[in-house]
Each structure stands twice: as C-alpha cells, then as structure tokens.
Nanobody, 115 residues
Framework: QVQLVESGGGLVQAGGSLRLSCVAS????????MGWYRQAPGKQREIVAF???????KYANSVKGRFTISRDNAGNTVYLQMNSLKPEDTSVYYC?????????WGQGTQVTVSS
C-alpha cells in the first residue's frame, strides 16, 4: 500500500501562485510515476501533470507554461508549482502514484482562484 498526503491548497487571487506538495509513504519502492489530477464541481476528473521515475514530465495543454511538476531525489515527494492562476483552475487537486500498475490517490486539496 501507498499512502499519499497533499498540502498547499488554498485561496488565491487570479494571477497568483500556489505550490502543492504530496508526500508518499508506505510501500514506496518502485513507484513509477506520480502526478496530479483535478476535479471541479460537476466536471470529470482531468489530468494536470505527471512525472516519471526518469523525470520525464507531461502537462495538460491548459496548464502548460504556467504549472511545473517536480519530484524530490528520493522520489517520495512530488510538487506542483502553479503560477499565473486563473479562476478556471479552481478545483480539488488530487495527487496520485502509479506503482506496479496500481493507482493510489491522496485525499485531495482545494484550490480556489478568485477573479
């Protein structure tokens, strides 16, 4: 099992920045990829960004150039630096980890961007 705990959400004005963190614990050996999804009220959960063990990254088109995903050297913590936030970025952000094809989820952290 892998446990994920997110932090760093909150309320920010449009144009502002937030940094989300996600710490993995438990059986973290061989976590292949970690990343972030988000889900706004009434909408489907969508991928935001992910990073592999080899540090390859991929972003949703809607956040390219504004968000940056990174991972610490131990590979147990993933960060999402969010700049130039827009009201449409308002969502619950969920961290995930892929280990051996099994997907583990954090509890989610709310990000609210006011206009």
């Amino acid at each position: 099992q892998v446990q994920l705990v997110e932090s760093g959400g909150g309320l920010v004005q449009a144009g502002g920045s937030l940094r989300l963190s996600c710490v993995a614990s438990g059986n973290v050996f061989s976590i292949a990829a970690m990343g972030w999804y988000r889900q706004a009220p009434g909408k489907q959960r969508e991928i935001v960004a992910f990073i592999t063990g080899g540090a390859s990254t991929k972003y949703a088109n809607s956040v390219k150039g504004r968000f940056t995903i990174s991972r610490d050297n131990a590979g147990n913590t993933v960060y999402l630096q969010m700049n130039s936030l827009k009201p449409e970025d308002t969502s619950v952000y969920y961290c995930y980890a892929n280990r051996g094809g099994n997907i583990y989820w954090g509890q989610g952290t709310q990000v609210t961007v006011s206009s």
